[in-house]
DNA sequence: CGATCCATTTAAAACGTTTTCATCATACGA
DNA sequence: TCGTATGATGAAAACGTTTTAAATGGATCG
């Protein structure tokens, strides 16, 4: 109890030199050892509770915080959780939403969250490297995956966490949470066809990514059983701007005839397409219908009503979340790291998950 | 020249205890001390030539690069910027933008960027107060200010480095980059004037924030000259969702006579109010008008046109992120920290900022 | 030739933690 | 009474940098 030899110094105030109180500060107003302290804020088993609690207090009052840099060094962990940011992405709030989910996610745990914004013309796969040379992170998040997605190799090649929004065709398997886009656009299509529409256009997302080739398979499973005709705008995507989709419907269906059904892999793309059919005359409802992939409250103001399907973009953000802990902390157990989210349709009853 | 007695250890290959090499790997390897290494690293002029380029060919091939933690430990610097992200400041690409532009201005500096998002119910001066105490960041850069700021307070008492997106009418000067929305809103409605419109109403921002009241005061002062009838659309603005827009239009207007122009300080805005008068059986150009804030494309492929006055959103980030690179180097020279950014009008040339 | 200076290089301390390994009472069983 | 387990605390080393102060060995100079 009785304090030994020590150089007590003011034993008194913040005692650092740059301001801010430190370990060694409360040590010195308490009486205690540095090691002591550290162990106390951390609620290790072997300090006694009197202790404890005088050290915690003693930090409350002068407002302690812990030296992130020093920690850091010393345990070589950042509590920090990276989410790579593309600038498509913030179209009606993808960014916001998914990141609102990780935070929720995190919320509570030692972990915060940052985002890498990855603008300027470097490749993706440049950010990746910096992250893990320069230990950035002890986590990644990012999205729209490629079937051969380099970025995944690369983490898995080094072993450093990481959970992918949309799935890969890599033989060595990764967590990942993925929306079911076959299905989105299976049933996309088959609602189309069931308003009596049989000659369908699809505007999906850029070829390349793994989530695009989903919603063209299964546009094409759909278009193909019930036999009506079809083509794919692959000219066009969900990232190109509004105007150059419009300009894109406009020119294309001036003079031809076209689709009396479009399936929209996005708002803004719906919104655009409107528009452009509206050029060349022809009116939602009436010559034609669409059904989009809804993420955002857009479409709710537009009239006549577009056909919808919900993907939740902030829970797909909190399973994210969640799985990248699970896989800091250690498990393998892929069945507890990848899952699959299957679309809000009217007849079938969400699967559980194997996450919570 | 010679290397004194020195325990060289393997002199070969990442001697790290983690793995990855250090100083101490370079300075093993050259027969150097781990002094001479930090500097020849940090191109001090001491150094003389030859070590420089030596030191820096092992450090390329050994793929050395730094420990930031212990960076930032010994010199409590972080280089790193941090961005408050906030919800709704998503919708349309605001942070894309944004972003985008600080990004542009950190390139080539030793800063990078992090975005903290403010989602979960913290207030926003908790955000911020944690990045003072746990010098999460060197700057930070944020938006959306009030008038008597309580984030501008903190930050300036605490004499941390800061840019906001907006003025403030605190005493104290501070550094911020700000459209000029009074002038924006005059022109606006001198728009919709001199196309004949009388009856005019506006959908301004959330009220509160700096930014709205210059939007009012611009509208109110038009709007005066020209001694016309106008209302204030207080009870919507333009953080609501699309399809609250719509609805509070609709309802508004399905009886009572409507205003013949709207100023829309954004562009869902724009969007939801056409689809709302549109419910009312009311036609853009034909009974009404709109000309509204544009910072993104997505009006361009609405029909017919909207009246639109640009704001650059990512020139406004470039700015803010010289400004702050500015402020942490020093500088107090409020004239070249501060910034006023004139819409682009047609017959007004742009004002040459004091920043380049 | 000794003092002085310059250009390089180095040793060692420090930044604030965590962690390994002791230390020290006190209590306990024999 | 003596070892020994036990429960609480402490000293010191380490993490990988940067920085202060000092050293080294020529070259220059009076």
Known sequence: MAARSKPVSSATGPANSRGKPTLRT????????????????ANAPQISIETRNRVRQVALDIGYS?????????????NVIAVLLEPHEEILGYGTSVMAGIAKALQGTPYHLIVMPNFLNSA???????IIRNSMADGLIFSRTEPLDPRVMLLSENGFPFVTHGRTELATAHPFVDYDNFTFACEATRQLIAKGRRRLALISGPAGYTFAGHIQHGFMTAVREAGCAYEILSDIDLDSPAGAIRDRIRRRYAEKDSPDGFICGGEVCALATITGMTDC???????????????SQLLSAIQPRVGTIYEDLTATGEHMGRILLRRI??????????????????????PVSAAD
Chains 1, 2 share one sequence.
């Open 124 to 130: 993706n796969i440049d950010a990746i490297n910096y």
């Open 281 to 295: 005359g022809l009116t939602l409802g009436l010559e034609y219908d669409i059904v989009a992939k809804q993420t």
């Open 66 to 78: 812990p030296d992130r840099a020093a920690q850091r060094l010393k345990t070589g962990r950042t």
């Open 329 to 350: 902390a250690g498990s393998t157990e892929f069945n507890e790291l990848q899952l699959l989210l299957k679309p809000d349709l009217p007849f079938e009853t969400q």
């Open 26 to 41: 409360i040590a010195d107003i308490t009486g205690l050892a540095v090691t002591t302290v550290s162990r106390a804020l």
